[in-house]
Structures are given as structure tokens and as C-alpha cells.
């Protein structure tokens, strides 16, 4: 089946620094890539729409300037977490759409610490 | 925009026993989605169904699209202790054409005992 991974898996970082997650589609192309964020107990909520070559789409309420989405290529998306801050401790989960199926994948999440 | 709502909120049962969860929504969905994530994981995808009526199983699970595109209910047969998780509905946020964005439910944590 489609897989979809995401680095790292988990990472600490202190407050007021930068952090980078990848999401790569593995064997499938996907012009779309959705980032979401968990918090515990809680559902999935949508952050952005990343697109492939064009600019990303952030749902009401997420700030673009500090999420800063990068989607180069069919394969690859990334989000970056700007001066992070505790509050942005969460869960953050990826999810590719296959191109050509538009079967949706999510990528495994990367647990973010911000001390 | 568009709300699911999902209930129960959580479910503590023993092994064997079946297990039922639904999803509610105001609007009409055209496809509904059901989801399982493990803790630490990413949900992944158990059953989808794309037309009202339709009754689809995936070994234990059994899921359906009401008809009135407004509902649609997961059954677990017999469940183990792997059943452990949470379960989410999910639909489309759109008309759905390819373009759709997910909306989930809140989920369901489905506890087992052994």
C-alpha cells in the first residue's frame, strides 16, 4: 500500500528556535499534502493545504508566518515550525493524496516539545 | 463549515464482545470515511464508502453509508485487544471533487480488556 513517512519522528526544541518536518509520498506522486496538528484527547485539525508549486493554504486561525509550508515537489512537503514556543507542543500529523488515485495517506507524526 | 459529530466519546468493553459507533452529520456527505489511529501513530484508513446504502466489510468490520448521506455507523465483531485505539469518521468538507479537504469527527477511544 501507499506509504507516507514522515522526519523525525520526535524531536525537543528549545523556545524560540526554528524546526523543520518532512513529509515524503514514498511510491506515489501527490500534488496535495494536508498538515494537522493534534492535540491530546482530541481530533485531527486541519492546519494547511500544501500545493505542489503554488502557495500553501492555511485554514482560519493558523498563522502562515509561523507555520511556513514548502511543498518543492511531488513527493516531499515540509513544515516549519518559526520561534517555536511551548504552545506549540502538539502532534503533527502529514497526509498525502495520491495524484492520480486521490486516495488520501497520513504519515505516521512527528511528536514536537518545545521547552 | 461542516460537523461530525461522533459518539460515544469512548467505550472500555471486554474481549469478544461487539462494539458500535456512529457519525452524525447537518450536511450530506457523499463519501464517509473510518479511520483507526494507535497511539503515537497516524490514522489509517479501515473502510470507505461511497454510496448511500452501502454496507461494507473489512474482516471484523463492518461499516455503513445511511441513506440519508447524513449518518454512517462502524461495527467491530468479536474485538481483541489490538482493537485498542481511536477511531475517527471522517468526510469530505466539500461537494467532494478532487479538490476536498477531510473533516473529522472527534473520535472514539475504544478501550479493550483482556
Known amino acids: 500500500g501507499a506509504v507516507v513517512s514522515q522526519h523525525p519522528s520526535w524531536v525537543i526544541c528549545k523556545s524560540g528556535t526554528s524546526v523543520k518536518i518532512e513529509c515524503r509520498s514514498l511510491?506515489?506522486?501527490?500534488?496535495?499534502m494536508f498538515w494537522y496538528r493534534q492535540f491530546p484527547k482530541q481530533s485531527l485539525m486541519l492546519m494547511a493545504t500544501s500545493n505542489e508549486g503554488s502557495k500553501a493554504t492555511y485554514e482560519q486561525g493558523v498563522e502562515k508566518d509561523k507555520f511556513l509550508i514548502n511543498h518543492a515537489s511531488l513527493t516531499l512537503s515540509t513544515l516549519t515550525v518559526t520561534s517555536a514556543h511551548p504552545e506549540d507542543s502538539s502532534f503533527y500529523i502529514c497526509s498525502a493524496r495520491d495524484t492520480a488515485t486521490y486516495e488520501q495517506y497520513f504519515g505516521p507524526g512527528t511528536r514536537l516539545t518545545v521547552t | 463549515g461542516q460537523q461530525l459529530n461522533q459518539s460515544p466519546q469512548s467505550m472500555f468493553i471486554q474481549e469478544g464482545e461487539d462494539v458500535s459507533m456512529n457519525c452524525t452529520s447537518s450536511s450530506i456527505f457523499n463519501t464517509w470515511l473510518w479511520y483507526k489511529q494507535d497511539p503515537g501513530e497516524g490514522p489509517v484508513l479501515l473502510i470507505a464508502l461511497y454510496k448511500a446504502g452501502e454496507l461494507t466489510s473489512n474482516g471484523r468490520l463492518t461499516a455503513q453509508f445511511g441513506i440519508t448521506r447524513k449518518d454512517s455507523f462502524l461495527n467491530i465483531s468479536a474485538s481483541i485487544p489490538s482493537d485498542v485505539g481511536i477511531y475517527f469518521c471522517?468526510?469530505?468538507?466539500?461537494?467532494?471533487?478532487?479538490?476536498?479537504?477531510?473533516?473529522f469527527g472527534k473520535g472514539t477511544l475504544l478501550t479493550v480488556n483482556p
Open positions: 471522517a468526510g469530505p468538507s466539500n461537494s467532494g471533487g478532487s479538490n476536498y479537504k477531510l473533516t
Open positions: 511510491d506515489f506522486q501527490a500534488t496535495t
